[in-house]
């Protein structure tokens, strides 16, 4: 059986302008089990005129319909990624008590205030200064929010580096990353594969493979597989390659979440 897709976005995230319904049916044509909708949102999202905030009731309802219509095809499941940041500890809370996710991811999508996507984020210093600033806040976050099901895309950062890969190994900010991956199992908290990576070419998933070779050998066992995908057409994206490269790595299953609880399946 393929992998299902927990990590994908649809126009409820500001970034994306896809139906829902069409990235289920892409799902359904990959033969995929399950996809698990993770919309943004970014509380205090500090570009100016960018709002990563949308209607839950209407998300919800949405979601309801394509579960009800595809229920024979594929498993349909509510998720959210929340942009972490120290301060929005509390708001983030109430949200999740208020509305029935199956599943949650926890993603670092700042660093000092800005969205490296931006190349800006750059300017007057070196990638390595950065890529040490982003881990180092992503650990004062991880150990503040303990809200989510799953941390995403751990070096996202390095997909927007000037220079990508060339600053860039698990060694150089080991001392850092380590403490994120020991509060994970500490607290039985799933680390996510995302293959976007590979669809923008790193040569490599998100997190990179010596991260994951570590979470495994620190004891981390939960591991969620995600595509990132904004459009139908990278949906699955490299999920065959992820599947033998948890393999290598020493894991035996991944998981999806069903009501904030983990389903494991075998790989």
Not at 3 to 11: A, C, K, N, P, R
Request: aromatic residues 14%; proline residues 4%.
């Amino acid at each position: 059986m393929k992998i299902g897709d927990t990590h994908v976005h649809s126009l409820f995230s500001t970034d994306s302008s896809t139906e829902m319904e069409e990235m289920v049916k892409k799902a359904v044509e990959e033969g995929l089990p399950h996809i698990c909708f993770t919309d943004h949102i970014d509380y205090d999202y500090p570009v100016e005129g960018v709002e990563f905030d949308f209607n839950m009731d209407d998300y919800f309802a949405s979601i309801r319909k394509l579960r009800e219509k595809y229920r024979e095809k594929i498993l349909v499941l509510a998720g959210i990624e929340l942009g972490m940041q120290e301060h929005l500890v509390d708001r983030y809370e109430e949200l999740l008590k208020k509305y029935p996710f199956d599943f949650v991811i926890g993603s670092q999508h700042l660093v000092d205030g800005s969205d490296p996507y931006y190349p800006s984020t750059f300017d007057g210093r070196t990638d390595a200064q950065i890529y040490r600033d982003y881990f180092e806040e992503m650990l004062k976050d991880v150990r503040a929010f303990r809200g989510f099901d799953s941390l995403g895309h751990l070096d996202y950062i390095v997909r927007y580096g000037r220079f990508k890969t060339h600053s860039y190994s698990y060694p150089a900010y080991s001392d850092v990353i380590d403490e994120i991956l020991k509060i994970l199992v500490r607290r039985n908290k799933a680390l996510e594969i995302n293959t976007a990576g590979l669809r923008k070419q790193l040569g490599f998933p998100n997190p990179s493979p010596d991260v994951l070779r570590r979470y495994r050998e620190l004891g981390g066992t939960l591991i969620t597989v995600g595509s990132d995908s904004h459009k139908p057409y990278s949906i699955g994206f490299g999920f065959e390659e992820a599947g033998e490269l948890l393999k290598s790595c020493g894991f035996t299953h991944y998981a999806y979440y069903v009501n904030r609880k983990p389903v494991f399946v075998k790989l």
